[in-house]
């Protein structure tokens, strides 16, 4: 996607603040713009404030400070049913009484379209989500994916510029999750729709959106790309948050600009990437994701720091092996490696030494 596109600001949030009682925000201070045509993911714990933005987008929450604006148009005092966005929810809130063909009909008329003219989008909006076949269907006669096909297909059957999604896949098993995870991608990008999509999952995120805003404690903590986002984490909530993580706790001794050597309280030394911390005496967590530490001597690369590691436990998952180890005093200090005919099997209780390369661990606040 163009850049332009991206920041031509189609969906905005400017200095938006949300408190229920008065005195404790639930969304502080946030400024966030989405470019038209952009899926972006706003993810989080509970609580920690992601929810309450969709629905301020949507029109079912008031702001309690700073205006949303949707094309440029403020839209705080504008009622839900004239804001023109589709939604879909994780309940799927489809009318149990009408047809899957009347459910579709009924945004439809509600914005005045003739007979003929919704028969055309109905049909359209059933194919668009492999459902022509279920018009005259009941939503009790249907499974929960096609349930959420159809909840989907109404999102879309009125051809919104955007489209909220609130866990819309949370009830559904995992094949079925991550069949619809591609589904509602595909249909995205094709009819160019902006999409605002909220979720806990991090691995639907990742895979989802073009963009992803990680939540914590009302505010966004990290805004960025999939890939940014996991390679790079800012700080150490979403180090933890986004994809597994180990976690080194120290004391910086030396600082350089683009790097920093951490003292471990077992006095081991090693060299890391400063991401937030700035001076020497700072205390900090070094993140390094599993997959870039190596145990097999002959793939460690000379530059690597080494470390001496206890196996505690090693698990075959098919395509990968995955190993826990006491290192430094940390038990849950876990790698992962491709399960290739060179790679060692261990067992637990043999000692080993691993390794990685100091641009792969980064320090963090403490």
Sequence with gaps: MADQQRNDGFVVFDRVQKSYDGETLVVKDLNLSVGRGEFLTMLGPSGSGKTTCL??????????HGDILLGGTPINNIPPHKRGIGMVFQNYALFPHMTVGENLSFPLEVRGLGKSQREGKIKRGLEMVQMGEFA?????????GQQQRIALARALVFEPELVLMDEPLGALDKQLREQMQFEITRLAHELGITTVYVTHDQTEALTMSDRVAVFDDGRIQQLDPPDVLYEEPKNSFVAQFIGENNTLVGEVVEMHADKCTVRLADGEVFDAKPVNVQKVGDKTRVSIRPERVEYNKDRIPESAHTLKAEVLEFIYMGDIFRTRLRVAGNDDFVIKTRNAPDQPRLKPGQQIEIGWMPEDCRALDA
């Design 136 to 144: 005259n269907r009941r939503p009790a006669q249907l499974s929960g």
């Design 55 to 64: 629905m301020m987008l949507a029109g079912f929450e008031t702001a309690t």
